[in-house]
């Protein structure tokens, strides 16, 4: 049976509501795993659903802001698999409103502690994907794609800007951001800061999602190297002759230290995942081989690291 349910916008709750919850059973809602999935159309939110579903999540889709608290407190009293919930909003759910912040601030002070998603993809990203499936957009109305697309992310703004996390998409087929989300959520305590070490081309544009910027291209390309312009820095030649260029383990001590050194902050700051990406031209030799070890360095240290790689394979 799926443990995928679909909140209808008319759906009447009878009972006590969020008031009537005991004083006693506040603190314990902390122990409840509860993630809020919200984004823009097009951006890969049922995705993003059914990952969180392979991990062992009670994903409840279209929910009205209004009743997430009700749900929140319905999934935790229920016990066994909805502790772990996804709620996923729509901004074409009837009952969608702007003041997502303060239906959090709301789960909050009931001693809940919710983690949001927030999935985004640039403009041409998505007026291709709509244009694909041959869609509207679901606030275009009579004007164009374009139109439709700025108006949600208007309404979106204040999600956006107050997200634990932030995936785009732009880059990411289907299995790709399936695997990030399993990354993210597939172990029982979200609660600890989550590194993701991300390769990257420049040619190919920053990751919108970075909280760190590591640029590789002060080393010698292997693709001027005739013997390993074919590999991959994740294989072990292309590796060595990477890390062992003057400078280059320094480099990833350093940068181990700089992310080691402020990771203690955003933990306490309730930041839950970073994003350090490591560039080079194409973002198949240099920035793979730096990004696996500067993640090995980070796992050394004793942090939840791992390394990603966007555009390996695009070459």
């Given at each position: 049976m799926s443990n995928h349910a679909t909140a209808s916008v008319d759906v009447v709750v009878a009972g006590g509501?969020?008031?009537?919850?005991?004083?006693?059973?506040?603190?314990?809602?902390?122990?409840?795993?509860?993630?809020?999935?919200?984004?823009?159309?097009?951006?890969?939110?049922?995705?993003?659903?059914?990952?969180?579903?392979?991990?062992?999540?009670?994903?409840?889709?279209?929910?009205?802001?209004?009743?997430?608290?009700?749900?929140?407190?319905?999934?935790?009293?229920?016990?066994?698999?909805?502790?772990?919930?996804?709620?996923?909003?729509?901004?074409?759910?009837?009952a969608f409103s702007t003041d997502l912040s303060g239906a959090v601030r709301d789960l909050k002070a009931r001693g809940f502690r919710p983690h949001?998603?927030?999935?985004?993809?640039?403009?041409?990203?998505?007026?291709?994907?709509?244009?694909?499936?041959?869609?509207?957009?679901?606030?275009?109305?009579?004007?164009?794609?374009a139109d439709g697309i700025a108006a949600e992310r208007a309404l979106l703004a204040t999600a956006r800007a107050e997200a634990d996390v932030l995936i785009d998409t732009s880059q990411l087929n289907v299995n790709q951001l399936r695997a990030r989300v399993e990354e993210l959520f597939g172990t029982p305590d979200v609660r600890t800061l989550r590194i993701t070490v991300l390769s990257f081309g420049f040619k190919y544009g920053l990751p919108p999602d970075a909280d760190f910027v590591v640029d590789a291209r002060f080393l010698p390309n292997p693709f001027w190297v005739p013997e390993l312009r074919d590999h991959t820095g994740m294989q072990p030649d292309v590796s060595a002759y990477v890390l062992g260029q003057p400078g280059a383990e320094d480099f990833v001590d350093g940068y181990a230290t700089l992310v080691g050194a402020t990771a203690g902050g955003f933990e306490r700051e309730g930041k839950r995942y970073l994003t350090v990406a490591v560039g080079c031209t194409g973002g198949?030799?240099?920035?793979?081989?730096?990004?696996?070890?500067?993640?090995?360095?980070l796992r050394d240290a004793g942090l939840a690291a791992h390394a990603q790689h966007r555009d390996l394979g695009r070459e």
């Open positions: 509501g969020p008031e009537g919850v005991a004083d006693v059973d506040r603190p314990r809602h902390a122990e409840m795993e509860l993630v809020i999935v919200t984004g823009v159309s097009g951006g890969g939110r049922s995705t993003v659903a059914r990952a969180l579903e392979n991990v062992g999540y009670y994903v409840v889709d279209n929910l009205p802001q209004t009743l997430m608290v009700t749900m929140a407190e319905l999934a935790y009293r229920s016990g066994g698999s909805t502790r772990r919930t996804a709620m996923v909003l729509d901004v074409r759910s009837r949001v998603v927030f999935v985004d993809a640039a403009d041409e990203v998505l007026i291709r994907r709509f244009e694909s499936v041959r869609r509207s957009h679901p606030l275009q109305g009579e004007g164009r794609l198949k030799h240099r920035s793979v081989a730096i990004s696996e070890a500067l993640a090995g360095r």
